[in-house]
C-alpha cells in the first residue's frame, strides 16, 4: 500500500501563513487590551470601537475640574497594523477642536511620542495613553510640550489670556457635541421634542406626587399632542391647557 505523498508547501505560502497568525495574535491582544478597559478607563473618558475596524476606535472625555471643566471632547484613536510591536505608537486625533499645548493646533493630534519615546508593547497599552490623554486636560506645567509652542508660550507668559482662549475651546466642544463625524460610534443626539415636554411638566409638580401612573399619564398626554407624532401642526392661538395627570398632582 502506498503512502500519500505530502504536497510541498512554497516558501511564499508559509511566509503568507505566519504573517496571518502573527497579525491575529496582535488583533486578539488589542481585543484584550478593550476588554481590561471596562473596568481600567480614566474616570470621564469613554471608548468605542468602530464598526469597520477592530484597530480605530471612537471616545469622548468629559473634563470635570480645571481649566477645561465641562468640556466635552471628542477624539479617535488609530492603531498601525503593527501595533503591540516595539515602538508602534497608537494616535489620537481630536475631533473637536482642543487648544492645549499637547496637542497640534491644526490636526488636532495628540502629541503621545514626545510623552512615550520609546513605544513597550510589555509596558504600554491602551489604557496608557488614555490616561495621558485625560491627564493633558489637568497638569499645569507645560514646558516638555512640543506639539504647540503658541499655547505653550500663552500659559506661561500670559495665563490670563490663555484662560480665555481655553475657555472658548470648552464652550465650541459643547455647541458641537451633535456634530458626530460619519460612522462615528459615539453619537450623541438631541432629545426629541417629546421628552422636553414631559421634562417641563415634571418641575412644575411637587415631587412627593410622582409616581409611575402620573408619568405614564403624562406621556400618553403629550404622545397625543406633540405634532409629529400624529403629522399635525396645532392650530396657533389656542393655550394649551395643563395635562390631567399634571392637575392631579397639583391637587
Given at each position: 500500500?502506498?503512502?500519500?505523498k505530502?504536497t510541498a508547501?512554497?516558501?511564499?505560502?508559509?511566509?503568507?501563513?505566519?504573517?496571518?497568525r502573527a497579525?491575529?495574535?496582535?488583533?486578539y491582544?488589542?481585543?484584550?487590551?478593550y476588554?481590561?478597559?471596562k473596568?481600567?478607563?480614566p474616570?470621564?473618558v469613554?471608548?468605542?470601537?468602530?464598526?469597520?475596524?477592530?484597530?480605530?476606535?471612537?471616545g469622548?472625555?468629559?473634563v470635570?475640574?480645571?481649566?477645561?471643566?465641562?468640556g466635552?471632547?471628542?477624539?479617535?484613536i488609530?492603531?498601525p497594523?503593527?501595533y503591540?510591536?516595539?515602538n508602534?505608537?497608537?494616535?489620537?486625533?481630536?475631533?473637536?477642536?482642543?487648544y492645549?499645548p499637547?496637542?497640534?493646533?491644526t490636526?488636532?493630534?495628540?502629541?503621545?511620542?514626545?510623552?512615550?519615546?520609546h513605544?513597550?508593547p510589555?509596558?504600554?497599552f491602551l489604557?496608557t495613553v488614555?490616561t495621558?490623554l485625560?491627564?493633558?486636560?489637568?497638569?499645569?506645567?507645560a514646558?516638555?510640550?512640543?506639539?504647540?509652542?503658541?499655547?505653550r508660550?500663552?500659559?506661561?507668559?500670559?495665563?490670563e489670556?490663555?484662560?480665555?482662549k481655553?475657555?472658548?475651546?470648552?464652550r465650541?466642544s459643547?455647541?458641537?457635541v451633535?456634530v458626530?463625524?460619519p460612522g462615528?460610534?459615539?453619537k450623541?443626539?438631541?432629545?426629541?421634542l417629546?421628552?422636553?415636554?414631559?421634562r417641563k411638566?415634571?418641575?412644575?409638580i411637587?415631587?412627593?406626587q410622582?409616581?409611575?401612573k402620573?408619568?405614564?399619564?403624562?406621556?400618553?398626554e403629550?404622545?397625543k399632542?406633540?405634532?409629529?407624532?400624529?403629522?399635525?401642526?396645532p392650530?396657533?392661538?389656542?393655550p394649551?391647557?395643563?395635562?390631567?395627570s399634571?392637575?392631579?398632582?397639583?391637587?
Amino acid at each position: 500500500m502506498e503512502t500519500p505523498k505530502k504536497t510541498a508547501q512554497s516558501p511564499g505560502s508559509k511566509a503568507s501563513s505566519e504573517e496571518e497568525r502573527a497579525k491575529a495574535l496582535r488583533d486578539y491582544k488589542v481585543t484584550i487590551e478593550y476588554k481590561h478597559l471596562k473596568q481600567h478607563a480614566p474616570g470621564g473618558v469613554y471608548l468605542l470601537p468602530s464598526w469597520d475596524s477592530i484597530r480605530h476606535f471612537h471616545g469622548v472625555i468629559f473634563v470635570r475640574r480645571g481649566l477645561f471643566t465641562n468640556g466635552i471632547f471628542k477624539f479617535q484613536i488609530h492603531l498601525p497594523d503593527s501595533y503591540n510591536d516595539v515602538n508602534a505608537h497608537p494616535k489620537i486625533v481630536f475631533s473637536s477642536h482642543v487648544y492645549n499645548p499637547h496637542v497640534h493646533p491644526t490636526t488636532g493630534e495628540l502629541d503621545i511620542v514626545t510623552a512615550y519615546p520609546h513605544w513597550d508593547p510589555q509596558h504600554h497599552f491602551l489604557v496608557t495613553v488614555l490616561t495621558y490623554l485625560k491627564k493633558i486636560f489637568y497638569v499645569k506645567d507645560a514646558s516638555t510640550a512640543v506639539a504647540n509652542p503658541e499655547a505653550r508660550e500663552l500659559s506661561r507668559t500670559n495665563p490670563e489670556e490663555y484662560r480665555k482662549k481655553v475657555e472658548a475651546c470648552v464652550r465650541e466642544s459643547q455647541k458641537s457635541v451633535f456634530v458626530n463625524d460619519p460612522g462615528c460610534t459615539t453619537k450623541f443626539t438631541e432629545d426629541s421634542l417629546k421628552y422636553q415636554k414631559l421634562r417641563k411638566e415634571l418641575r412644575e409638580i411637587d415631587v412627593e406626587q410622582v409616581t409611575r401612573k402620573v408619568i405614564m399619564g403624562m406621556i400618553d398626554e403629550i404622545e397625543k399632542s406633540t405634532p409629529s407624532s400624529r403629522n399635525s401642526t396645532p392650530r396657533k392661538g389656542t393655550p394649551r391647557k395643563p395635562s390631567s395627570s399634571a392637575r392631579k398632582a397639583k391637587k
